[in-house]
């Protein structure tokens, strides 16, 4: 799934398939079984627990 450059999102995020996001996320990223994909165009702000992360834009805050 792709969250596109123009979405913003605000609390939880939850989910059970790998996501590439390219938009902004400000609080909590939760795919424990999944791969997240921060795209080059994406700002988060956000406490990050999957799989495997790939990190190709800016993230600030834990990733586990």
Known sequence: MN???SITIKG?????????LEGKVEGKV???DNV???GTN???????????VVVLGQVTGNVT
């Open 36 to 38: 997240l994909t921060v």
């Open 42 to 52: 994406a700002r988060l702000t956000a406490e990050i627990v999957a799989k495997s």
């Open 3 to 5: 969250m596109g450059q």
């Open 30 to 32: 939760s795919l424990p």
């Open 12 to 20: 939880e995020l939850s989910g059970a398939e790998d996501l590439t």
